[in-house]
């Protein structure tokens, strides 16, 4: 006899130590930190609710639902896990098809999650396609065409904050204005090379920036959890670059203008760190990322031939920096 039950974080000790060991049987690590999230660190921006299987009481598969608790609206399924002995079984669907309705219940029109091109992936059963590289997508019935952003939202600059964690995987599904998203982590827009990270793609960057004392800004909607744009400074790595960092900024096409905000307040936290050189390599093909960059002062210090890797083929980057002292 199968027994499902919903567990919202924050979850108490014994709540998380069954989570752990379940996600523990699969993997040794994950792009965040499991105690902060169970602890509901997050909490305050982030609704974040697992589904848990039992057999006999015995916790025997799981998967976990991300959405903003601010205006819900796409929601993120990970964490899905069966125990190797009880695999096979439709358990995966189970939790799964259990997640993505809690994410729909709570307003969400859209789901999404990160998973390998197999063939009979258990994701595509649940109703789940493949947009590109590893994302797919379900949509709520009726949301169907729901996919694309419209221009003309109101938005403003603010730092990241764990709830954007969803909205900014939609961003990665969206027309991008840049080819690459964020240069240091490899994030690249959609357009231009298959994504190899959805639910991931946040945390790596959220996480790697904040432990070198950086900024992640998101150009976020006002009235709804969208967001249109994100800009990253990464210095160091201190103590021996403290003096360096390196920005990148992006934005969906019909809010690219938004770059030179982001820049200037990227310069202006760059200020504040003592950062003396500021660093940038952009595509060649991404002129107006590059006549930004311009504009806040950046000069080319180096072509980088064939430096990175696009769906087109191989691609030159430019190295800009600027000397802020
Ligand atoms: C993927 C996984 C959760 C499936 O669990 P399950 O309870 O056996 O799933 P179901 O019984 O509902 O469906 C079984 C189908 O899942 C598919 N599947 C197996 N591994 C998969 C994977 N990594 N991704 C997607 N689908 C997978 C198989 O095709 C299988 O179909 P089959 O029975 O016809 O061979 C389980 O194999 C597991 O825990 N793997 C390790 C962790 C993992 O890779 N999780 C996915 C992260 S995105």
């Known amino acids: 006899m ?11 000790p014994a709540g998380q130590q069954e989570l ?30 697992s589904v848990v299987a039992r057999i006999d009481g015995r916790a025997v598969a799981s998967a976990t639902v991300n959405f903003a608790a601010h205006a819900p609206e796409t929601c993120l399924i990970g964490n899905v896990v069966t125990l190797a002995a009880f695999r096979g079984q439709g358990l995966a669907k189970l939790v799964t098809d259990a997640a993505v309705a809690i994410g729909f219940e709570a307003g969400c029109t859209l789901a ?12 595509e059963r649940c109703g789940f396609i493949r947009v590109a590289g590893s994302i797919m997508c379900r949509a709520a019935p009726g949301f169907e065409a ?5 221009p003309g939202h109101a ?13 900014f995987v939609r961003l990665l599904t969206q027309p991008l204005a840049d080819a690459v998203i964020d240069m240091p982590r490899g994030l690249m827009s959609i357009a231009a090379a298959d994504p190899k990270r ?14 070198r004392g950086g900024v992640v800004l998101m150009l976020a909607a006002i009235d ?32 690219a203008t938004h770059r030179d905000e ?24 991404d002129t107006a990322k590059l006549e930004a960059l311009g504009r806040a002062g950046f000069r080319p210090v180096a072509t980088l031939p064939g430096h990175l890797r696009l769906r087109s083929g191989p691609a030159d980057a430019v190295r800009l920096e600027l000397k802020l002292t």
């Not at 729901?146 to 419209?150: E, I, L």
């Not at 938005?155 to 909205?167: H, K, N, P, Y």
Request: aromatic share 8%; glycine share 8%; charged share 20%.
């Open 2 to 12: 199968i027994k499902l039950s919903r567990h919202a974080d924050p979850l108490e």
């Open 20 to 49: 752990i060991g379940l996600w523990r049987s699969e993997w040794t690590r994950t792009d965040y930190d499991w105690l902060e999230a169970l602890n509901g660190d997050y909490a305050d921006t982030l609704r974040t609710v």
């Open 112 to 123: 999404f999650l990160g998973s390998s091109r197999m063939e009979g992936n258990v994701y």
């Open 146 to 150: 729901d996919m694309t952003f419209a």
């Open 155 to 167: 938005v403003a600059l603010r730092d990241a904050q764990w709830g954007d964690m969803t909205g």
């Open 198 to 211: 959805c639910v991931s793609a946040f945390p790596l960057v959220h996480e790697s920036v904040h432990l």
């Open 224 to 255: 709804s959890s969208r967001i249109f744009g994100m800009g990253t400074l990464t210095p160091g790595p201190a103590p021996s670059v403290s003096h360096r960092g390196i920005v990148d900024v992006a934005a969906h096409a019909s809010y």
């Open 262 to 285: 982001m820049l200037a307040r990227l310069l202006a936290a760059a200020g504040s760190r003592r950062i003396e050189t500021l660093e940038a390599v952009v595509v060649t093909s």
